[in-house]
Each structure stands twice: as C-alpha cells, then as structure tokens.
C-alpha cells in the first residue's frame, strides 16, 4: 500500500517554471515505480513522465521531452517534476501514481494515485 501527496501546483506566467512534489509513505514505495500524470477538463488522463524505482531509468512523453525532469529520493520518499518553459496547454490537474509492479506510461497500471495539484498557465 502507498499513499501520496502531491504539492507544489499554482499559477504561473508561459514561459515560467513549477516544481512539483509528491510525498509517498506505506513500505513499498522504494520498490515501486512512479508516474506523474495529468488531466485537463474534458479530456483523458495523459502520461507525463515515469521513473523506475532506482531513479535509474526515466521516460517522457515527447511534448515533455526536455522541459521537465522527473526524480526521486527513495530516502525521504519524495518524487518530484520539474518544470521549465511552461505553456498554456500545460495547464491541467497533475497526479502522482505508484505502480509496484512494473514500469509504465499506461495509467490505467497504476493502483495508487494521490489527489492531484492544479497547474495554471497564462499566455
């Protein structure tokens, strides 16, 4: 079991940057890997970027490709997003999800989600 918080969301100006934080507690979090995800109203939950449970191994989707970073501290049970170079289109509710089990950009193999954080873009 893995519970999660996400912070860090807000309001910010095209252009700026976020960074983003999800607090994970419950024992197999270290062994787990890790997503971060988003939701715009009216459409489909959409992958963002994903790490192994080494930190090791990390995975974006192309439109995130060199603007964001995805971490992790297994040590302070923390996981984090960078994000550099924001765009209107960037604005969504952003998730944080754990999947035990394997490595993936399908969210529909994570079990654990967290409640989500609001990111606001403004041309």
């Known amino acids: 079991q893995v519970q999660l918080v996400e912070s860090g969301g807000g309001s910010v100006q095209a252009g700026g940057s976020l960074s983003l934080s999800c607090a994970a507690s419950g024992r197999t979090f270290s062994r787990s890997a890790m997503g971060w995800f988003r939701q715009a109203p009216g459409k489909e939950r959409e992958f963002v970027a994903c790490i192994d449970w080494s930190g090791v191994r990390t995975y974006y989707a192309d439109s995130m490709k060199g603007r964001f970073t995805i971490s992790r501290d297994n040590a302070k049970n923390m996981m984090y997003l960078q994000m550099n170079s924001l765009k209107p289109e960037d604005t969504a509710v952003y998730f944080c999800?754990?999947?035990?089990?394997?490595?993936?950009?399908?969210?529909?193999?994570?079990?654990?989600w967290g409640q989500g954080t609001q990111v606001t873009v403004s041309s």
């Open positions: 999800a754990a999947d035990p089990s394997g490595y993936s950009r399908d969210y529909r193999t994570y079990p654990y």
